[in-house]
């Protein structure tokens, strides 16, 4: 019954910031990992970032390295991506995800649950 619910989209001007949640519900994982990944209209599910549960040890796409820094709250069952710097490209549907197991994984078919996902939009 693992649930993930994301919230903090909404529109943005360009260069301005913006913090995602994403709370997850049901059995507590003492392993593995929580991502963000992205998808904009016509374009396939994008990685964004990715944080194990153990040791906080992170993985990001080139695309947004240095400005989403990716941060959980392991009590909360919660993580966060802090966008910064946002661009209009960065507009698209975000989505959480979780899997089981240590190895990085930056395809949608390695995740086991997801979220509904939350919009986010970068005007110019």
């Known amino acids: 019954q693992v649930q993930l619910i994301e919230s903090g989209g909404g529109l943005v001007q360009a260069g301005g910031s913006l913090r995602l949640s994403c709370a997850a519900s049901?059995?507590?994982?003492?392993?593995?990992?929580m991502a963000w990944f992205r998808q904009a209209p016509g374009k396939e599910r994008e990685f964004v970032a990715a944080i194990r549960w153990s040791g906080s040890l992170t993985y990001y796409a080139d695309s947004v390295k240095g400005r989403f820094p990716i941060s959980r709250d392991g009590a909360k069952n919660t993580v966060y991506l802090q966008m910064g710097s946002l661009k209009p490209e960065d507009t698209a549907v975000y989505y959480c995800?979780?899997?089981?197991?240590?190895?990085?994984?930056?395809?949608?078919?390695?995740?086991?649950?997801w979220g509904q996902g939350t919009q986010v939009t970068v005007s110019s």
């Open positions: 049901g059995p507590t994982f003492s392993s593995g990992a």
């Open positions: 995800a979780t899997r089981r197991g240590l190895q990085w994984v930056v395809t949608p078919s390695g995740y086991d649950y």
